[in-house]
């Protein structure tokens, strides 16, 4: 593929932003790439591996001249490191980055962002329990979702922006969609933050029964347990970003599963047979569902790519 | 392997009693293989797989003359069937089973077995989210754990009879541990029954959302929602009958679950940073410890054997 841009920075290289330097530069997305990241260690690394033609040492340097600007740091961070770099973005680039949570960034974007600026918020919805620089793969978002959340604006530069950075994204393998702000981060609050707050705290609980002993939970975790920690061994740092800045609608989510769930205690304790089979074959139909629907194969597969 | 038993009687022919009748012929445990299935419909698929010698037309001839009677009928029947064949069970046979709870099991066979019979009852921590006679394989039990929970008894034939037990389940592959039968329920309640009941509970408050559609709860579950789908795929007969079982042990378990979770969702509410980083860090330490155990690889896997 022809580049699409000239030059691009990468701010935060993660498991995340090292996947985007490794996965643009194998499909020639861009002509140069400069990356940078809070860490020493972190910039040390990615000049060790060779990610990037340029690692800078801060991240208005990194920025200059960049007409893709793509944040890749910890959540809460991405709107503040938004406002720092604001005054070094160059006109007419595009400011995007990788988020969980939407609507707070998007805001924080509109906010900080010059007029000459277009932002444009995203979230490759991929990844994997690991974390850093080396964890990362170019064949992270291939097949996978990444979603825009475009602002409200219908003048033409700006939806050209948007198809280049939708081109981006469609380059490095993954399916692109269009969403608003505050819709993705109901949807995700379901299919992603509640579903990693539950693995949180089922594993927490387990760790601390007095009756049952830690080994013993690992030693029979195969019976489904095993998944829950799997997905509860997720980037500390970035989940509690997570739950606090799409907060409203986790705890939105987090409210009806609750309910939810008291019904189904009550079902057991007063032996509702019927309810519960009725659940049960409910959601069974719901996979079966996925599984037909080409999504998924029916053996297990989970989601997730798998770094090769 | 030389054979263990001269006949062993399988009853319920599902996931779990197809993949004993595989797995055992297979290492050679035992001379004939006697099979029973409530459903004519699975009694003739058992017999157009050639999976038994002999396919019974009922429960009573089934385990005449077997010196190895092994229920694998949905949990809440276990009991009862074990009240059906009881004075039909051969003198120094032993009667065992695979059901998810095993206390009430326990009590069941105590209360049904005759004194000549040796009663053991069991459970192998093994399963996908397929069931019938065609989704069993021989090799589901293979390193995977099976759970036995002898009486309180120490007389040598009663031994003898739990040593051959444990040399069956070794036999097709598996790593075979003793245990309490309250002890057992309260550890399955953990690694097991509570994942289950949370995946089920997560999949049906999704499929509920208005906001939210299906299509797009499907589309966008690579965020962690998937795991839960497939789990929540499992057998509905099945575990409608383990929660009404272990109730008891359940319910304590969920209790503790939904007191954390509450926690952790004020936690969310009061933008309590500090405590949720703390928590999420455990966690992953604790799947750390999973992995450094030599229990799985970093990669995903997932626990549950594969059918080939």
Known sequence: MSSLYAKVAVLGCGLIGSSVLRAAKDAGLAEAYVAYDASEAVRARVRD???????????????AGADLVLIATPPASIGPLAGKI??????????????????????????????????????PVAGTEQSGPDAGFSTL????FTLLCPQERSDAPYLAAVEKLSAFWSGMGAKVET????????????TSHLPHLIAYNIVGTAADLEQVTESEVMKFSAGGFRDFTR??????VMWRDVFLLNKDAVLEILGRFTEDLQALSRAIRWGEADKLEALFTRTRAIRLGIVAAGQESPEPNFGRNRKP
Chains 1, 2 share one sequence.
């Open 49 to 63: 591996l060779g990610l990037a033609d340029t690692v800078a040492e801060t991240a208005t340097d990194a920025v």
């Open 86 to 123: 604001a005054d070094h973005l160059a006109v007419g680039a595009t400011l995007t980055d990788v988020g969980s949570a939407k609507q707070v960034i998007a805001e924080a974007f509109e906010a900080a962002a010059p007029a000459h600026v277009f932002s444009i918020p995203g979230h």
């Open 141 to 144: 978002f291939r097949d996978r």
């Open 179 to 190: 969403m608003d702000a505050r819709h993705h981060d109901l949807v995700l609050a379901v």
């Open 231 to 236: 997905i509860a061994a997720s980037d500390p």
